[in-house]
């Protein structure tokens, strides 16, 4: 299929994106890589007024070592947070999913941004920046403001950007020790279910993606002081939905073979 007729614009600055923004309101729709929007151009799901291309902005695109983990701006790739050393020395989380993501064609075009702000229950990085208790930072005309990713993701397809404003990047603070696994029908589908685990000293948070609307944070089994009661009590955090191939109790249950494979690790 082809996509509706829409106009197109390049900013040069982020004050120009901020004005296109402004003045074509929900019209408008921000392009990075384009992965998943384009798509959804093609099949017709969405039909914008005009696309605000960011890519090529100044300051979107670094990785920056803090004093208390990591930057990433949201037009970085996945081939570059699979590549970073950076990223595997101070979010090696990252560095784990980003294979999953895929193919390596999409992983060299796609963003960190765009995968936070489409806010896919299926996808890598949502479930992994909860885990890690990520901070994403949001810039809009009158400046940023921080929201936690635990706040920021709030239904299907559905964040805490407010009209006018534009992803910029994330904030991952430092864990002990990380681990991510999906299970998949083929690799570079869409994952059955997976799960973004981290440690911080004795402080596990257990985080599973394709589990619901958003990334779901596995209270009680995060924790739990054992694999078998980690495992008892996953039923209490998941409902999984059921999807055309596999019932909830399904999932629930490759839910529960991942996160004894995530506990072992950790």
């Not at 090696?92 to 963003?111: D, E, F, K, S, V």
């Not at 706040?151 to 603070?173: H, M, N, V």
């Not at 985080?207 to 694999?227: D, E, R």
């Amino acid at each position: 299929m082809k996509a509706p007729s829409f106009a197109y614009a390049r900013p040069g600055t982020l004050a120009e994106a901020f004005d296109l923004l402004e003045r074509h309101g929900e019209g408008a729709r921000i392009l990075a890589g384009g992965q998943s929007l384009i798509p959804s151009l093609n099949m017709r799901l969405s039909s914008p007024e005009l696309l605000v291309d960011i890519t090529g902005l100044a300051g979107l695109s670094g990785i920056e070592s803090l004093p208390k983990g990591l930057r990433i701006g949201a037009l970085v790739t996945h081939a570059q947070i699979e590549r970073s050393p950076e990223v595997k020395r101070h979010a090696p989380l990252l560095a784990q999913a980003a294979p999953h993501i895929a193919h390596p064609a999409i992983r060299n075009r796609g963003t960190l941004g765009g995968s936070l702000a489409l806010a896919d229950p299926a996808a890598e990085y949502p479930a992994c920046a909860v885990a890690l208790d990520a901070t994403l930072v949001i810039a809009g005309k009158k400046g940023e403001r921080r929201v936690k990713a635990g706040a920021f993701f709030k239904g299907l397809f559905e964040t805490d950007l407010r009209p006018g404003e534009i992803l910029a990047a994330a904030e991952f603070p430092p864990a002990d020790k990380a681990v991510f696994v999906e299970l998949a029908r083929r690799h570079g589908d869409y994952a059955i279910i997976g799960l973004a685990g981290t440690q911080a000293a004795s402080r596990k948070r257990f985080v599973f993606l394709g589990a619901g609307a958003t990334p779901i944070l596995a209270v009680n089994a995060s924790k739990a002081s054992s694999l078998e009661e980690a495992r008892e009590v996953l039923g209490k955090d998941l409902d999984p939905p059921a999807d055309l191939y596999h019932s909830s109790a399904t999932k629930l249950h490759l839910a529960r073979v991942l996160l004894e494979r995530a506990w072992n690790k950790l």
